[in-house]
């Protein structure tokens, strides 16, 4: 070969490699996902697809146990956790270093195989602190109540499910799964925002009688792993199921990437009864987006004109003159519509109303628009977990997720505020009086920037009290009284103009009150520090004698050690000088006996030394 040819095959070669690397480095990523397997110890995968399922031990607390399905289309999972009322009214599972974006997130529940855990359990379920659904009795006898599901934007790494008890038996949860979809997954208007998230009411698939996941229809993993309820009459006798195996174009498309075979049957009406009615019950006084797809696959519709139709929502028409043919531009062309409707009484009925031959529907799927709750202050939540630590906070209290949404399940002595200039959730109020407290207060209670009250009164805490809680401006009522705290009152909280009610009654403090704190007494603030041995310095308490400061005391203790630690030393060289002139007329003794002049053999100055 010559060198001409060879160098042409290298640059070949080295354009194949660019291509290649260039069609690769555009590849689109696979979706983030994870999926749960509650109880599991150890990783599962499960039949048909051979979908992987991650343990959830260290995600969270409760007991895991044997699973009980309750629906054909749960996953064929064989354990649970479940959370008894003794661990709190609030569990959760916090997932971290979930990437930012878009996610459908869905939660089955099951029950614990145990006689005595026999009745289906009631309880709340929430996504990053909203309310996205409630268990009604009878769940466990319908498949599209087995599990809760919501789209829902996370934005700071991390992924929050809590299930909340309501006194109706303990949440029990087969499984969790996080699923990334596509940035404008049901994008229902261009005002959409992140503070949004879309509760899944119903999806049904029409015209057949099999259930079905995206996965079983092979669809594409952005679209996130949806299930289809199959429904093959909206009411006997009133419509037909039809069907093809021709090929659905612009189905699996950006964002909502629907499966192909969602459009591959239909329900149409009959020379009886020719419209099409799907009615469903709801929540009222709620807002919900709708779904409709339609594909044109009745071999026998071919043109634009032979199949019109109005679509009305509870009698009010949202769509009006739709022409499949026209709208999609042919024959086995997907077709979505969607709109928003806002609804009052409990009923959602969907009527598709022929103008010119029969209707016809593909697919359906409902959403509760759902507002997402704001949070509480990112600061402030940690400050009360310290806390929770630090005084060892009894296991029924749970304080697990946010302390302040859902706002029907606020932490049990936590009172909350909406505060208008942050746009978020804060801590106002501390109420633990007699709950059995220990442990000590941290210095990180003065995060709690917006305190009004603190009640901890009738515990076993322990300890200083923090000095950190002068910080704290808006204080108005503190009651530390029948705790075990020594040492001294700290002057900060002379520095809490605010402060009307103080009471420090029943500890182990001691030394003077605050000048501050006496002085406001004459302002009609009501203070407490009687039953403490040591307290002094103000009106009902001892007077207070010469004292030291703690620097004093302090300096006194050092230089007594020093001066004891002169004399031990004075003693010593005293001693050894001693020892020295004895051993000198000692040997003085022993020699030879001379004339000489007197003289004086040592001196001493120590004590017990002669001459």
């Known amino acids: 070969m010559s060198s001409r040819h060879q160098i042409h095959l290298l640059l070949l070669l080295s354009l194949l490699t660019l291509l290649l ?219 037909k199921e039809i069907s093809t195996e021709s090929s659905i174009k612009q189905a699996s498309i950006a964002p909502n990437f629907y499966p192909e075979a969602l459009y591959q049957s239909a329900l149409v009406g009959t020379e009886n009864q020719p419209e099409l009615e799907y009615i469903m019950d709801v929540d009222p006084n709620r807002n919900y987006s709708v779904w409709l797809h339609f594909a044109e696959i009745d071999s026998s519709v071919r043109g634009v004109g032979q199949r019109v139709f109005d679509i009305l929502i509870n009698g009010d028409s949202v769509f009006e003159d739709v022409d499949i043919i026209k709208r999609s531009g042919d024959q086995y062309v997907a077709l979505v519509l969607n709109t928003t409707v806002a609804v009052n009484g409990r009923t959602l009925t969907v009527t598709v109303q022929p103008k010119k031959g029969k209707a016809i529907i593909n697919a359906v799927e409902i959403f509760e628009i759902i507002t997402a709750e704001s949070k509480t202050l990112a600061d402030e939540v940690r400050a009360l977990r310290t806390l929770k630590t630090s005084l060892a906070l009894p296991r029924r209290f749970g304080w697990n997720g946010d302390p302040c949404i859902p706002q029907q399940h606020p932490w049990s002595g936590a009172d909350c505020q909406f505060n208008q200039t942050t746009g978020k959730w804060v801590i106002d109020g501390l109420g633990l009086d007699n709950q059995g407290l220990r442990g000590f207060l941290p210095k990180e209670i003065s995060k709690l920037t917006h305190l009004q009250s603190i009640n901890l009164s009738g515990n076993s805490i322990r300890g200083h009290i923090p000095s950190s809680l002068g910080t704290i401006s808006g204080l108005q009522s503190l009651d530390l009284s029948y705790n075990f705290l020594n040492g001294s009152i700290p002057e900060s909280l002379g520095q809490l103009t605010s402060l009307r009610r103080l009471n420090l009654n029943g500890n182990k403090l001691s030394g003077t009150v605050p ?97």
């Open 21 to 239: 690397c260039l069609s690769t480095s555009s590849a689109r990523r696979a979706p983030f996902a994870m999926r749960i397997s509650c109880g599991a110890r150890q990783n599962v995968h499960t039949l048909p697809t051979n979908t992987l399922w991650y343990k959830d031990f260290a995600y969270t607390g409760g007991i895991p146990f044997n699973a009980t399905r309750t629906s054909i289309i749960s996953p064929p999972l064989k354990t649970i956790r479940y959370f008894p009322l003794s661990e709190g009214p609030e569990n959760c599972y916090i997932f971290n270093r979930v990437p930012k974006g878009r996610y459908s997130v869905r939660i089955f529940f099951g029950l614990v195989a145990h006689p005595n855990f026999d009745e289906e359990p009631l309880f709340d379920i929430s996504i990053e602190g909203t309310l996205i659904s409630s268990l009604k009795p009878g769940w466990i006898s319908h498949d599209e109540q087995a599990f809760a599901e919501g789209i829902v934007f996370l934005t700071d790494g991390s992924a929050s499910l809590c299930f909340h008890s309501t006194g109706h038996g303990d949440p029990a949860i087969l499984s969790i799964e996080i699923l990334q979809v596509d940035e404008n997954a049901y994008k229902y208007g261009s005002d959409q925002g992140h503070g949004i998230i879309l509760k899944t009411s119903i999806r049904l698939t029409c015209g057949t009688g099999k259930p079905k996941f995206d996965e079983d229809y092979r669809g594409d993993h952005w679209g996130g792993d949806r299930f289809w309820k199959p429904i093959s009459t909206y009411s006997i006798g009133s419509d």
């Open 515 to 611: 000048a501050a704190l006496g002085g406001r007494l004459l302002h009609r603030a009501s203070f407490n520090f009687t039953d403490n041995a040591g307290l002094c310095g103000i009106p009902g308490l001892p007077a207070c004698g010469p004292h030291l400061t703690a620097g004093g005391k302090v300096g006194i203790a050092v230089g007594a050690l020093l001066a004891l630690f002169l004399l031990v030393m004075l003693l010593i060289i005293c001693w050894k000088r001693r020892q020295n002139i004895i051993r000198a007329q000692q040997i003085a003794e022993k020699l030879p006996t001379r004339k000489q002049e007197p003289s004086l053999l040592a001196t001493s100055n120590c004590p017990g030394t002669t001459a």
